[in-house]
């Protein structure tokens, strides 16, 4: 841990200026392997705000731009920090619905990132806002290990009190230069404009966890309804949608989001 220490020094001590962000990158990497280092600030369902990453353009505007247009609202560690969470570690792994890996959000968008494998650490940054500083691999490296996930779990206090004393007290004035979008309604909000008011409440729950990536299964488990009860209540929502697949609901996600 000799250069963790030494580098963790050398990024508390740039706390407060423009070259804390890279420092943080730098002082993170000695503690495992990673290809791609982002921090983003969530707040409610709002759009996210790219805080910082290290990725080259061509990759970023996939990663950070087309992230932030919509798909965030489908995202694992966006649900997360909806949820309320705002601190410790968690990996895509542990968040990710059962059939995340197989959803139309998966191949659609996060499949395009080449990431294979994320972890991060959550961060209360203000009085309702969550930093996510996340580490991915791309496709082809091997996913994070037990022993690296603990390492990042057992050092995530200390990047939660450096990234709260960064951002948090200027957390009210955090902005992303050149990202000037509109923010978007919460998802069953969304879905209830695609919807146009046919669906009930159950139903518009149940097709937006289909879209993250639920079973019918999970879904019932979460719910606590039977698994034929969350196949009427899909089969009923398609039928009023007019649509028979995931794939058909997913572009109409894409086309409210474009609406919006």
């Known amino acids: 841990m000799t250069d963790w220490n030494r580098r963790l020094a050398e990024a508390i001590a ?5 070259r804390f962000p890279a420092c943080l990158d730098h002082a993170t990497a000695a503690l495992f392997d990673y290809d791609i280092c982002m921090i983003f600030a969530y707040q409610g369902s709002t759009t996210p705000v790219s805080l910082y990453h290290n990725m080259q353009p061509d990759l970023a505007r996939i990663v950070v ?12 560690f966006f649900a997360e920090t909806e949820a309320g969470r705002r601190s410790g570690m968690a990996g895509l792994r542990q968040l990710a619905p ?23 650490v959550f961060t209360g940054i203000g009085a309702e806002r969550t930093a996510v500083i996340s580490f991915g691999r791309e496709r082809g490296q091997p996913v994070f290990s037990a022993k690296e996930r603990a390492r990042l779990s057992d050092v995530a206090p200390v990047l939660e009190a450096i990234i709260a004393a960064h951002w948090g007290h200027a957390a009210t004035r955090i902005e992303a230069p050149g990202l000037r979008m509109p923010s978007l309604p919460p998802l069953p ?23 993250r ?15 034929e009860t969350v196949k009427v209540h899909r089969k009923n929502a398609y039928r009023k949608l007019g649509i028979s697949s995931q794939a058909q609901l997913f572009s109409l996600f894409v086309q409210a989001l474009d609406a919006a």
Do not use: N
């Open 14 to 18: 740039t706390i407060g200026t423009d």
């Open 65 to 76: 731009w087309d992230y932030c247009v919509g798909p965030y609202l489908l995202d694992p």
């Open 98 to 120: 059962d059939k995340f890996f197989t959803s139309e959000y998966y191949s659609k968008h996060y499949s395009r990132t080449g990431i294979r494998d994320e972890i991060g």
């Open 189 to 211: 909000v969304l879905l209830d404009r695609i919807a146009r008011g046919v669906l009930t409440p159950r139903e518009t729950e149940i097709i937006a966890m289909v879209l």
């Open 213 to 227: 990536g639920y079973s019918s299964a999970a879904i019932a488990t979460t719910l606590q309804i039977s698994d």
